[in-house]
Every structure is written in structure tokens, then in C-alpha cells.
């Protein structure tokens, strides 16, 4: 029986080939173009989620007019006791005073678990050679090692000083931070009561979400991803409703001689999936051979994302799905025209 | 023609699953292409408004000390006398934040509004007008606002939420991105925000000492200088404390901001337009072969096969123009209902126009397929052919 019934899969393939050459062409391609939108798709949406892990759902609190704030560190202390469970960076500006009793700004360096930078000396960008000396500088009367840098303003700015060396006299006059849960209005007040209590003022500290452009950017490959696959799915189903609608006559024939309904089903489900896998093969050998490659060159990150477990995964995720939609669409049909047949022969 | 119209649309009728498949795989084709370039437009929409002052010659200034003294002051005001500057002010009261933008900048600035309309600065009023950020205290379009001072602010409009506030901060690889953040009700609570123009804020009573102005400006000269007086002007600023970003550097880092934005999107509307196209080409082809015999009968009666493609395409033409009607519809839906924010939808005339190319291109794609059957059957054979059940 099994042995018939893949003979005539294969004839039933080879008279498709024969006889509606266009169609089975257009049905591989198809075929192979929905699978490509998988494989594409599924990237994406890797890409997107590491986007938005790497925003983080966090939002960043600022407060520009910071009244001048004298004990900083103290400050900064009650601060990561209120809510240092919630905040993961610092970023406070206090003013400092050098040798000539010029004020400047620096940015303090707050240590954290997470902190790799050495805390043992000042940071200057390498511009402001006006305030070293001899690899010391004086601030605020107290000398402090010199720590030369190139890019000070990766860290925050031109002149850092770790927490440690700050003094009762630097007064705060800037402060922001980032939190990492997902901000909710309850966060916000819990944070704005917080920063109220440690730094005195009124005004309320205003959170801003990060980066909304990168946000809205990332919808749209979710849509799109989306929009890709549901297209490509439809299209597949379309060509196997107008298949079965064309071979109406070949499953009158089979019924006429004696196959069941559910047997023909099968015939035709076994058919159609075969040529689903010829389409996901096709696709495959296009996707890992011609088209990774150049897609590395606008998606660096996707090098990361497709393993043989990734590639298995997503031909799971296609067999399952074309399965679903064929015994969807097309046993209906299918019962419809053995039904036909049946009525033609009684 | 209107027989062939009739013809087409009876047609049209006759296969409605397949055709209404077509609609809709036009109809998200054309919503996908106006959704990319919307995406575009809302970074553009940020950039145009500070790209005069970028294209010029200049530096973005950055005080990494605070200047020492009047004289200092009066130095720097000498030395950018033949300069635009870009810079934003804010005035703060209470809950209230009131950024006030350059006449030119607030003019160009054509951020989304959810209601009411940005004011025309050449009409008077007797308060001062400015537009607000969707807010926790319910204030809308035509809300007054008592500030201390007795200064009474008039809302003329309210911003989609989430939308930007122009803030000028500095990053290393410094760009127009930098010089907005995002504003969103949901985190504010009872903070409101507001634009205004200069000129707007000169006409009111507000005392100049309450507004200050952000620590970063943009100076962009009128006219371009020499090499020597540029360079001079650069060395005296950094002299006086200042850094400087060449505007040169921020126009380059912009542009490619935008070219990545722009250039993300290659493969995926590559992906879909493939899809799409074996979509259409195919449901085309199908749907054209089905309407072949019909077509073989017309022609028996006399109709000539020109005719037997237009009604053809006549079919297509409904298909086309339905989507087109339907997308429409569903872009004006998303834009107001505020979907379109979550996505950056900004809607420029660019969409009409890629939006007419759409489905130019599709009427094309869709005519070939019938046009190259219809050219090729044999009406005799067709009629008489029973193969296909």
C-alpha cells in the first residue's frame, strides 16, 4: 500500500511538471520564497529583541537645575540605599575648584559591581594639559593623581573624579541615572521621592524613555516580519487551492476507482509536502550559501543567530505550519470533489 | 467601454476569493511601503528643522568650563557676531516647562499633532501661544494656563504621546538624534511640556533672568570665512574653555544616521516585495487562466482579443484601486488613532508619490500575465477542451 501510494506521488509530481509546468514552478518558488521569509523573519526578530534587551526598558531620569548640593557622597550613599535596587548607572556632575580657584566641572565615578575603570586618580581628557601637573592636580586643595586619557568623553566628560575623592566643598549641580525595570508611573514617583528626599528641591526629576527612534524603528521590522511571513503563508495556500481546484477531474477518476477519501488526502498532502521540502531545501542552500553572506553586511548580528539547532527549529516550525494550512485548506476541498465523484458514479 | 468596465467588474465578481486576496496582498504592500518611508520621514522631520544651521560653516559649542567673568561673555558674543546660533531655552515653573525654539526652527519643526493646530506667529493674541505635550492634568487646545508671574499660556495644540522635545545634549559621535529626547505621558505623571518661539516669548511679560538657556549651541555662520579668521575664531573659544564640534562632523554622523535607518530596511522590503510580487504575478496568472474560457466566448461573439485584455485588466484595475482605496483608508486610521506612534509614522507628500508608483508598477505586473495568455490561447482549442475538468 505504502508502496503504491508514493508511486503515485511521484507520477502525480511528474504529470504537475507536465502538465501545469508554470503553476508547479510558481509552487516551488513559492515554496522556497516563504521559506527565505522564515529563515529572514526569524533573524529579525532575534535582532529586534536583542535591540530592545540592549535599550533595556529603562528610563533615564535628569535633572539639570540640581540645586547646588553640598555632600555629594552622602547623598549618593542614601540614594543607593533608597533605590539602588532599581537604578544600574549614576551620572552626577559636581563643580570643582582648580589651582587658581577656577571653577570647573567633573563627572563622578561611581563604583559599582559592575565598574572596570581604575579608581585611583583623576581622569583628564587629554586637551586640558592646563590643569596638570606633574601628573597631579589640585582640586579643591587636595592633590589627586592624574589619570591621562584619550577618550574621557566615553566615560562622561573632561575631567572625572572617582566617588572616593570627593570632598564636602564639590557641589553637585547635575544629576541623572538609569533605571532598569520596566518603567511604570509608580517607579517614577518612587524615584522622584527618592532623589527629593536626598537632594532637597522641588521640581520633580523627569524620566525620559530611551531612545523612542529606535524603538519605533524596531515595530516596524516586528511588522514587517510579521506582514512577510502571513503573505508568504497565504500565497502558499492560494496555489494549493487552485492545484486541487485544477485537478478536480484526476480526483473524481481516484474516487471512481475505488480510493477512499482519506486515502486520496493523504496522497495529496504527502505530495504537497514533498514539494514544500524541495522549496525549503532550494531555500536552505540559497539562504546559507548566496544570501548570508550580504546580509551580514546590513545585519551584523545575525552571524549569532543560525546554528543547525535554529535551521532544524525553523524547518519544524515550517513542516508543522504547511501541514496545518494544507489540512485546512486543502482536505475540504479534497472531500468536496471525492463527494462530486462519488454522486457522479452513483 | 463601459461594457468592458461591466465585463470587467462582472469578472471580478465571478472569482471573489482569489481577486479580494489580490486586494488585500496590494493593500499591504502599499500600507508596508508607506509605513518604511513614514519611519524615514520621522527622522527627517527631526533633522530638516536644524539642518540649515548644520549645513554651513560652523561647530556645535560645548563649555567644558564655565566662562570666567562679563568680559569672557563679551569676548565670545564678539567673536560669533557674524553667527546664527542655535540654541534652546527653557523656562520652568512649577510643573510647567516651557522650551522656547528659534522663529525659524518652531517654524519648521512639523512635529505630529493629536489636536488642535501649531499657531500662526504672524497673528496676534493676548497671551502667550504654545503647543503642549499630552499630559497628566488634562490640559488641551484652548486651556489657559496661570503661571506665577501672572503670565497666562494659551494651548493651541496638543503633541501625539510620545513625541520629542528639543534638547541639545552631546554624545561623541554628536548628530541630529542628540538634540531631541523622547517625551512620554505615561512616565510624567503631572509634567507638562511646551514649545513656544522666541518671538512668542519677547511679546510676553516673562522676565529674561527666569529663562535659561541649555548649556549646548550650534553657531553657524552666515557667510563663509576664511581659513585664517575660522581658525582664529576655533582657538579663541577653546581658549576661553570652550570644546567644538565641527558642524561638518554632526551633518556627516546625521546622514548616516539616516542612510542606516533607510539602508536597515533594504532586505526586509526586498523580502516582502518578493513575496508580493510571486503573490501577485501568480494570483494574476490564476486568475486570468480561469477567466480564459469566459474570454474564448467573448471573442466567439466577436469581441477582439485587445478587448479580452482590457477587460482583463480592467479587473485588475478594480483590484488595484480597491487596495489603494483600502489602504487609504487604513493609513488616515492609523495616523489618527495614534497607532502610527509606536512606529514613527510620519506621512509626507513622498507617500502619495511612492504610493502612485505602487500601484503603477502593479497594474504593469498584473497586466502582464493575462496580456501574455490571452495574446497566446487559442479561443477554439479553449472551448473545447475538457482536461481540466
New interface residues.
Partial sequence: MKMSLFRYVRLNIRTMIC?HT??FI?LI??AT??S??LF?SYG?IQKVQDDNSELGDE?YFYR??LPRTPNIRECIKRLKDDAGDVIWAYNVTV?VKDENG????AEVLIDSPNNTLDMSGVYLHE??DHLMHDEKIALNGNVLPVIKTY?S??MA??MCIPEQFLTDDMLGIQLSFYVDPE?T?KL??RLNRAVAETFGGT??Y????????KK??N???Y???F??V???V??LS??F??IVE????QI?IFRTCGAAAEEINTLFLIENLTELVIGYLTAFLLFRFVLFDR?LD??PSFKYYYSAKQYIMTFAIFAVGSLLTLMLLISPCIRRSAEAGERSVE | MRCIFSYSFLSFLARP??NL?MV??LF?VLV?VN??LA?YN??TM?YDPVRPYLERQGFMLIP???L?GDSASMTVNDLLKDADILSVKNY?S??YTVTVLPDDVFDSLRLPVDDGRIFDRSADSRNMRVIVTRNGQGIGVGNTLELENGITLECTAVLTD?T?LMHISYS?EMSF?EMY????S??????LFCYTSESELRRSDVPKETV?EE?YRIVSFRQELSENEYTGIQKSLQEQGY?LIPNSEIVKNSEKILSD?F???????I??G???L??I???S??SARSMLKKLAVFYCCGATKTKCVLISVGQNVIITLSAALASDAAIVIIGVSGIG????FVLRSSNILISAAVVLGCLLVSAIAPAVLISRANPRELLTDT???
Fill in positions: 502538465d508554470f503553476i510558481m518558488l513559492s520564497v516563504t527565505l521569509c529572514f529579525i528610563m539639570y537645575d563643580t577656577a571653577e570647573q566641572h586637551s586640558m577618550n568623553y566615553e566628560g573632561d518603567p508611573a517614577a514617583d521640581s520633580s523627569t524620566p525620559t524613555p530611551v531612545e523612542l527612534l519605533q524603528e515595530n516596524t521590522f511588522a514587517y516580519a506582514m512577510t502571513m503573505i508568504a497565504l500565497n492560494m496555489y487551492r487552485y485544477i485537478r478536480k477531474k473524481k546580509l546590513y545585519y | 476569493v482569489i486576496f488585500f496582498e499591504v508596508a509605513f518604511s519611519q520621522s527622522r527631526l567644558s568650563a564655565p570666567r520652568h512649577g510643573d510620545p520629542y561623541s538624534e529626547r523622547s517625551i512620554d505615561k512616565y510624567y505623571g503631572q509634567s535659561t548649556m570644546a535607518s539602508r536597515s530596511f533594504i532586505p526586509a522590503v523580502a516582502f518578493v513575496v508580493v510571486t503573490g504575478i501568480s494570483c496568472f490564476v506612534n509606536k512606529f514613527g482536461a481540466n475538468g
